[in-house]
Structure formats: structure tokens, C-alpha cells
């Protein structure tokens, strides 16, 4: 079982839907959850991070964590073109001070006109 | 530009050459990660570092690899005898070092193996 999980896509959405990007992760005593944004050929970029259950809004974004599920979400309203990039679902590890990020292989969302 | 520094931006080595990565962390923060990302692949943690400290290097090759972050200047990654199969992105992070702090990451060096 991969320690963090998402579905590679692409996700494909028309412009002004809302996009839905899931993630588990596998240990349950993983504390902070952290979403980027990679455009091809580009860096991690930080959108959200969340530390306790509930949602957490920023804008145009919202994240979600259900640690009993073992399970955190990303939201993009109102989708535009330039939202097309590859998601990252990012997971602390608690060795290392808990300084250590597991990274999942990302899922592409694509934002059709 | 008060972001984190990565330098070269790209790196031309032929096999079992020397190859040194560089990274200046944002202002204020003193943790350092670098992070590997094969073609095609996810993000994977090499290693985390303080200054003149490696914390947690659970992730580094045993063999060829090295990294520093001394006192005075940047993070190093060291490859050394490179081979075909080091040619990846290599991305550094960093963050203020508390714990759950947000990595942020520099623009990554591309290292391509002749």
C-alpha cells in the first residue's frame, strides 16, 4: 500500500465547475496535510495546508481532512484554464522532527473551455 | 527575491563526473529539504538538514550522495560519479523549522546525465 494515494487522472472539468482532488494517506498518525500545485516543467508551488478536521478555506480553494478516514480533499470553485497543473497531496512524516514531507504521484486536472 | 535560491538551474554532467547542487533557503527560515523527482515519478525526500546538522537522511542513496548546510552559505547536494539513472529534477525546500511549518520549495535543478 502506498503510504499516500491519489488518483493519477487526468480529472478533467469545464471551466466554472467546481473540481473535486482526492487523497489517503496510510498512517494514521501523520499531523499536517499540504496541497501543491506543479505546472509542468515547474516547482511545487504551496496552495492549502490543513492540520485539524474540518475545512479549511482560501479563496478559490477549499481543503478538507477527515483523519479518521484517513482522507483529505482539495476544492477548486469556479475552475479557470490556468488551474490545469498537477495537483500534489503532501503527508508529514512523524521522523525527523516530523519535518518530512511524503509526497503522493499527483493528479492532473485539466480545465476545459 | 526573497524566495528559496536553487542554482544551477540546469546541469550537464557525463558519467562519473562531480556534481554540486546548491540551495540558499528563504529569509528567516533555517531548515533545509531536498527533494528528488524522477521523470514521470512523485516527489521523494532525500534529506533534511540545519545548519551544520543533517537531521533525518532517510532518504539519501547510501553510496555517492552527500549534503551539507554549514554555517556560512548554501545547502550543497553532492553527487558524486554520476550515472544515467541520476538525471532528475532535484528540488529544495525550506521552512521557519517548527514543527507542521509549510515547506516552501525553490525553482529545482535539472540535472541531465550525458
Known amino acids: 500500500q502506498k503510504e499516500v494515494e491519489q488518483n493519477s487522472g487526468p480529472l478533467s472539468v469545464p471551466e466554472g465547475a467546481i473540481a473535486s482532488l482526492n487523497c489517503t494517506y496510510s498512517?494514521?498518525?501523520?499531523?499536517?496535510f499540504f496541497w501543491y500545485r506543479q505546472y509542468s516543467g515547474k516547482s511545487p508551488e504551496l496552495i492549502m495546508f490543513?492540520?485539524?478536521?474540518g475545512d479549511k478555506e482560501d479563496g478559490r480553494f477549499t481543503a478538507q481532512l477527515n483523519k479518521a478516514s484517513q482522507y483529505v480533499s482539495l476544492l477548486i470553485r469556479d475552475s479557470q484554464p490556468s488551474d490545469s497543473a498537477t495537483y500534489l497531496c503532501?503527508?508529514?512524516?512523524?521522523?525527523?522532527?516530523?519535518?518530512?514531507?511524503?509526497f503522493g504521484t499527483g493528479t492532473q486536472l485539466k480545465v476545459e473551455l | 527575491n526573497a524566495g528559496v535560491m536553487q542554482n544551477p538551474r540546469h546541469l550537464v554532467r557525463r558519467r562519473g563526473q562531480e556534481a554540486r547542487l546548491r540551495c540558499s533557503p528563504m529569509?528567516?527560515?533555517?531548515?533545509v529539504y531536498w527533494y528528488r523527482q524522477l521523470p514521470e515519478e512523485g516527489l521523494k525526500f532525500m534529506v533534511y538538514?540545519?545548519?551544520?546538522?543533517?537531521?533525518?537522511e532517510s532518504g539519501m542513496p547510501k553510496e555517492r550522495f552527500s549534503a551539507e548546510f554549514p554555517k556560512e552559505g548554501p545547502s550543497i547536494l553532492r553527487i558524486q560519479q554520476v550515472v544515467r539513472g541520476d538525471s532528475a529534477a532535484y528540488f529544495c525546500?525550506?521552512?521557519?523549522?517548527?514543527?507542521?511549518?509549510?515547506?516552501?520549495f525553490g525553482d529545482g535543478t535539472r540535472l541531465s546525465i550525458l
Open positions: 525546500a525550506s521552512s521557519l523549522g517548527t514543527k507542521n511549518q509549510p515547506q516552501h
Open positions: 498512517d494514521r498518525g501523520s499531523q499536517s
Open positions: 490543513i492540520y485539524s478536521n
Open positions: 503532501a503527508v508529514n512524516a512523524l521522523t525527523g522532527g516530523g519535518n518530512k514531507l511524503t
Open positions: 529569509k528567516g527560515h533555517s531548515h
Open positions: 538538514l540545519q545548519k551544520e546538522n543533517i537531521i533525518d
